[in-house]
């Protein structure tokens, strides 16, 4: 069975481009999450989608950042335009059961966003 | 607010050796513990969790943590660190459907 999958799995973009990261959860699994961890910081939530809901979105730091999970498949987080500040790893898990802390998540190799 | 402090960024072991990783959490109630590792260019693997029962859980490669209330902790311990186990390894607490992860510790391991 395949894991969670994310791509790029590295980004270097200047300031005010767009990047679009994706993150491919295990097939059959409902729900969802990303994460970004600053260099130095602790890894933090950003969203969590059940399906193609966004269940949770308080940890999104500003409307520069859109996610979409159309269909309820893969997910993507776009940043758009880019600061220094969106600089980090960006962590993609799911998870198959209610989507409450006691689940399993499991967690993708991350996306190295890197902007100059 | 929760919070989950490592306060070490970095150690360094021999290998054979044995390993503790601190955590300690703060959260009104009785959280939800977690140990992840992320090996270099993998993503993070749950290594064991606590939700309740007995405090000494014991989770996969030889981990095992023990879950103190007194003093709002869950230490990692390993008995005979392997050169493999060089990593960063991650605290986590789980409250409602959100992870709440300490700044990771860095693990070196010197043959």
């Known amino acids: 069975e395949a894991g969670v999958t994310q791509f790029p799995s590295h980004s270097v973009i200047e300031k005010g481009q767009t990047v679009t990261l994706r993150c491919d959860p295990i097939?059959?699994?409902?729900?969802l999450y990303w994460y970004r961890r600053v260099m130095g910081k602790e890894i933090k939530f950003l969203l969590h989608f059940v399906k193609e809901s966004k269940q949770d979105e308080s940890g999104m730091p500003n409307n520069r950042f859109l996610a979409e999970r159309t269909g309820g498949t893969y997910s993507t987080l776009k940043v758009q335009p880019a600061e220094l500040e969106d600089s980090g790893v960006y962590f993609c898990a799911s998870s198959q059961l209610s989507g409450g802390s006691t689940d399993t998540q499991y967690f993708g190799p991350g996306t190295r966003l890197t902007v100059l | 607010a929760q919070s989950v402090t490592q306060p070490d960024i970095h150690i360094t072991v021999s290998e054979g050796a044995s390993l503790e990783l601190r955590c300690n959490y703060s959260y009104g109630a009785t959280p939800y513990l977690f140990w992840y590792v992320q090996s270099p260019g993998q993503g993070l693997q749950l290594l064991l969790k606590y939700f309740s029962g007995d405090t000494l859980v014991q989770g996969i490669k030889g981990f095992e943590a023990e879950f103190k209330r007194s003093q709002s902790s869950f230490n990692l311990r390993k008995p005979s660190v392997h050169w493999s186990d060089a990593a960063e390894y991650f605290c986590?607490?789980?409250?409602?459907?959100?992870?709440?992860f300490g700044t990771g510790t860095s693990l070196t391991v010197i043959p």
């Open positions: 097939s059959g699994h409902d729900n």
């Open positions: 986590a607490v789980g409250v409602g459907n959100q992870f709440y």
